[in-house]
């Protein structure tokens, strides 16, 4: 069985037919993620087996997930710690008027619905899976219902972050050797989330990105308290180019506080005031023309010195990664041009395409943190031997290559140069070179059959 195909073995469909259905769908899907799903079935009869797997009632996003999810809890287990990182996206469909139970994204004429999964990562950046995945659509005419004052929390879809934070503190349990925190931005700035923690021991921690700058009980805002704050450390970095940014080198000073947030006043419940550390990372001296890149956080740990302030630093940039997995979603897997009608069609796809582009996200990664590792820890024997007689045009070795190797060697099929200034392969070149590696792994299959 692939890799792909493993992070869905146990799955309950009902059927064992409908299991291995989906089994194989998966190693088809992830072959090709690029193309159309007619495209990646490869013939009429596989691809009407495809739509009749996504038609079925017992096959919805929760059943796919399920077991990807228990493997993704399980790689969880082998680490100290583990980054719970949520966001939001908006998949449009706007140019297809004929799919079935869509609506409007930020404006009425756009239709489509949102995604908000959560995924894991070890604090080097190595995703090791997902653990949900949310989808939702809004009502016609209700854009602009969230800044509603007279909504509850739990009648607005800012409630998700707050869903989400609690689903994590449960998963904190079964891991009682692993400490999990949970890491989102500005949108999860709610007070309700902040006090979700009332047994630091126990419960996940939290690292939240400021939308507010609260005024305190002294009448001072937190921005104040924290412009008297000394410089704790300082910290560069090269941030990526993205939303119409170059890339380019950043120079942060950060400065830590620990305050009391006051309760805000509420007309349906009571919540208690609540400590946390806000941490202030900010540029002094950007480029000329450049917006100064600056992050203000809140988190229920404590930062006391250098160390721990450059951690919570970099915890937060990790959230970088569920960005390359939307990305990889679009981009790679183009669920954006999906043709399947309805969207009780759509979901289930969606989860076996999220599946996808973790793969090639961990592969991405781990074969940075771990480039010794032998690869047939990632790539079954098909897959490897396939690349290595194409790239190296001679018999495979009897001991796997290296997994940095036969990473290089896969990108190189995806136009990766290799050059020395290049570094590690990204994600875009992995995925094309996988979609290759699956035509080789086919074409020799073909041939042996024919000996």
């Known amino acids: 069985m692939s890799a792909l195909a493993e992070e869905l073995e146990g799955i309950d469909l009902g059927d064992t037919r409908l299991n291995r259905r989906a089994r194989h769908l998966m190693q088809r899907l992830g072959d090709k993620p690029m193309p159309s799903i007619p495209a990646a079935c490869g013939g009429w009869a596989e691809t009407q087996a495809a739509y009749r797997l996504f038609d079925n009632p017992k096959v919805n996003a929760e059943a796919v997930l399920a077991p990807h999810i228990e493997r993704t809890v399980e790689r969880m287990g082998a680490h100290p710690r583990v980054l719970c990182i949520q966001d939001t996206s908006e998949l449009d469909y706007t140019g297809k008027p004929s799919m079935q139970g869509l609506g409007p994204l930020n404006l009425e004429v756009r239709q489509g619905l949102y995604l908000h999964p959560t995924l894991a990562l070890t604090p080097d950046r190595l995703c090791l899976g997902l653990l949900d995945a949310h989808t939702w659509t809004r009502e016609p005419g209700s854009l602009g219902q969230d800044k509603d004052p007279g909504r509850t929390l739990e009648e607005k879809e800012s409630v998700r972050w707050v869903d989400g934070y609690q689903r994590v503190n449960e998963l904190a349990e079964r891991l009682p050797d692993t400490r999990l925190t949970y890491v989102a931005d500005r949108e999860a700035d709610i007070y309700d989330l902040f006090v979700e923690a009332p047994c630091p021991e126990t419960a996940a921690d939290w690292l939240v990105r400021a939308q507010h700058d609260r005024v305190l009980k002294d009448k001072r805002t937190l921005r104040q308290h924290l412009a008297e704050a000394p ?85 937060y940039l990790c959230r970088w990664q569920i960005e390359v997995f939307f990305r990889i979603l679009k981009s790679g897997c183009r669920i954006e041009k999906l043709q399947l009608e309805r969207i009780e069609r759509l979901e289930p796809a969606l989860a076996f395409y999220m599946i996808i582009a973790w793969r090639i996200l961990f592969v991405t990664m781990l074969g940075r943190d771990c ?39 896969i990108a190189g099929l995806g136009g990766f140069l290799n050059r020395k200034r290049d570094g590690f392969p990204g994600p875009q070149t992995l995925w094309i070179g996988l979609q290759r590696a699956a035509d080789f792994v086919m074409a020799m299959e073909a041939q042996r059959r024919m000996e």
């Open 371 to 409: 480039p010794e590792m032998p690869c047939d820890v990632v790539f079954d024997t098909a897959e490897w031997q396939a690349v290595y007689i194409v790239t190296e045009r001679k018999r495979p070795p009897e001991t796997p290559p290296s997994l940095d190797a036969m990473v290089r060697m």
């Open 231 to 315: 410089v704790l450390t300082e910290i560069t970095f090269e941030r990526p180019a993205g939303h119409g940014t170059k890339a380019r080198v950043v120079q942060q000073q950060i400065k830590s506080v620990r305050i009391t947030l006051p309760s805000p006043r509420r007309p349906d419940r009571k919540l208690p005031d609540v400590e946390v550390t806000a941490i202030l990372a900010t540029e002094p001296n950007p480029p000329p023309g450049e917006a100064p890149v600056e992050w203000l956080l809140l988190s229920n740990l404590p930062v006391d010195t250098p160390e721990q302030a450059l951690e919570k630093l970099q915890w």
